[in-house]
T-cell receptor, first 113, second 108 residues
């Protein structure tokens, strides 16, 4: 079965640094998402992306966050100046049209020191 | 956005059926009801989805109330590998909010 690929699997960064988390969604999908999960907590929606623009975003997705689909295959999440509380597992997901079944990647564990 | 409510935890014995309930009283007409599960140290995994009619697949069954304000995920014979957090979410245009989910424990 096709899958969503995320890189890196682990990322360690210093507070205040910029990080870019990368995702390769399933090739014929149209909708792209980022979620995060702080250790021991529930999965939280960050942002959805369709037709080269953000379609929805949560309160968490502030000016420090941005998303981009630079080349038609990758989907990136950038955190401009990381904070300690950004430490979490970040999941990328994609879906096709219709029922919007979500396919999740295996996540990037971000640790901000 | 529409919210779902699930019990915090449930227990089952191996080889027995499990019924996991979900309330979504503010569902809108175009929301799909999706179920995902998250095994320890893994990303969420699709289980099943439906709109109005009950659905069956190789993993589970989904029973949807006639007014669509609640649904039940049915695992016909729980195995130890089914121990996970089960999330019921409503999917429509763009935004999908995961609730707290139900932690299912399966006892041998």
């Amino acid at each position: 079965e096709p899958e969503v690929t995320q890189t890196p699997s682990h990322q360690v960064t210093q507070m205040g640094q910029e990080v870019i988390l990368r995702c390769v969604p399933i090739s014929n999908h149209l909708y792209f998402y980022w979620y995060r999960q702080i250790l021991g907590q529930k999965v939280e929606f960050l942002v959805s992306f369709y037709n080269n623009e953000i379609s929805e975003k949560s309160e968490i997705f502030d000016d420090q966050f941005s998303v981009e689909r630079p080349d038609g295959s990758n989907f990136t999440l950038k955190i401009r100046s990381t904070k300690l509380e950004d430490s979490a597992m970040y999941f990328c997901a994609s879906s096709g049209a219709g029922s919007r079944k979500l396919f999740f990647g295996s996540g990037t564990q971000l640790s901000v020191l | 956005d529409a919210k779902t409510t699930q019990p915090n935890s449930m227990e089952s014995n191996e080889e027995e059926p499990v019924h996991l309930p979900c309330n979504h009283s503010t569902i809108s007409g175009t929301d799909y009801i999706h179920w995902y599960r998250q095994l320890p140290s893994q990303g969420p995994e699709y289980v099943i989805h439906g709109l109005t009619s009950n659905v069956n697949n190789r993993m589970a069954s989904l029973a949807i109330a006639e007014d669509r304000k609640s649904s039940t995920l049915i695992l016909h014979r729980a195995t130890l590998r089914d121990a996970a957090v089960y999330y019921c979410i409503l999917l429509n245009a763009g935004k999908s909010t995961f609730g707290d989910g139900t932690t299912l424990t399966v006892k041998p």
